[in-house]
C-alpha cells in the first residue's frame, strides 16, 4: 500500500490563481480530511468527507472547496489564491467515519506559497 | 466546545534525561486523545491514543501518557531522551460521540542535547 499520497510537493501560486491539490489513498478508508499548518497553530481542519458524495466544512474553509467523487480521491480547490492561503496542506484518511478511538494517517504533505 | 493547550512551545532535554510535554483539554464529551510526532520536513505519525480502556497509555519508541480527567490532563513522558526523538509534538482531541472533528494542540518542539 502507498498509504495517503499527495501531489504536488511543492507550489508557487500567484495571487487570484486557482489550483487543485491532490490527494489520494489506496486502504479504502471512509474519513478523510485536509488540514493546513502554520507556525504556531498546529493543524487546522479545512474540510472533511466521511465517505463518497458526502462533504461538510472544518475550522477554516474559506476560499476552499472540496469533493469526494470516489473513496480513493479528495482533492482540494483553491479558487482565487491569496498571500493568506500560504501554508503546507496535509491531508489525512481514517478507516472509519467516526474519529472517536481512531487515528489519522497523513500524507507527506504539500508547501504552498501565493505571491 | 473542545479544545487543547500544550502548555510549553519549546522543551529542550540533554539525552538520556526524561522528557516531559504537558497538555491540556478541554471537551464536552467523553474525549479520544492522540500524541502525534512529526519530524522535520515529514508527515504526522501516531504516538499514543488514549480511549478510555486504560488511563496510563504506552506508546512507539518508548514513549507514554497519563490520562487525568480530573486535572483534564494528557501529558506525555519518556524516561531517557534520544537524540531521534528531537522533532514537533502534537496533543489533539477528537470530539465524542462518533464525532468527525479533531482539533490540534500548537505543538511542542523538543530539542534533545548532546
Known amino acids: 500500500n502507498a498509504g495517503v499520497t499527495q501531489t504536488p510537493k511543492f507550489q508557487v501560486l500567484k495571487t487570484g490563481q486557482s489550483m487543485t491539490l491532490q490527494c489520494a489513498q489506496d486502504?479504502?478508508?471512509?474519513?478523510m480530511s485536509w488540514y493546513r499548518q502554520d507556525p504556531g497553530m498546529g493543524l487546522r481542519l479545512i474540510h472533511y468527507?466521511?465517505?463518497?458524495?458526502?462533504?461538510d466544512q472544518g475550522e477554516v474553509p474559506n476560499g476552499y472547496n472540496v469533493s469526494r467523487s470516489t473513496t480513493e480521491d479528495f482533492p482540494l480547490r483553491l479558487l482565487s489564491a491569496a498571500p493568506s492561503q500560504t501554508s503546507v496542506y496535509f491531508c489525512?484518511?481514517?478507516?472509519?467515519?467516526?474519529?472517536?478511538?481512531?487515528?489519522?494517517?497523513f500524507g507527506p504533505g504539500t508547501r504552498l506559497t501565493v505571491l | 466546545a473542545q479544545s487543547v493547550t500544550q502548555l510549553d512551545s519549546h522543551v529542550s532535554v540533554s539525552e538520556g534525561t526524561p522528557v516531559l510535554l504537558r497538555c491540556n483539554y478541554s471537551s464536552s464529551y467523553s474525549p479520544s486523545l492522540f500524541w502525534y510526532v512529526q519530524h522535520p520536513n515529514k508527515g504526522l505519525q501516531l504516538l499514543l491514543k488514549?480511549?478510555?480502556?486504560?488511563?496510563l497509555v504506552k506508546g512507539i519508541n518508548g514513549f507514554e501518557a497519563e490520562f487525568k480527567k480530573s486535572e483534564t490532563s494528557f501529558h506525555l513522558t519518556k524516561p531517557s531522551a534520544h537524540m531521534s526523538d528531537a522533532a514537533e509534538y502534537f496533543c489533539v482531541v477528537s470530539e465524542g460521540t462518533g464525532g468527525f472533528k479533531t482539533i490540534f494542540g500548537a505543538g511542542t518542539r523538543l530539542f534533545v542535547k548532546a
Open positions: 489525512a484518511s481514517s478507516p472509519y467515519r467516526g474519529l472517536l478511538n481512531n487515528e489519522q494517517f
Open positions: 468527507s466521511v465517505g463518497a458524495g458526502i462533504t
Open positions: 486502504m479504502n478508508h471512509e474519513y
Open positions: 488514549y480511549t478510555s480502556a486504560a488511563t
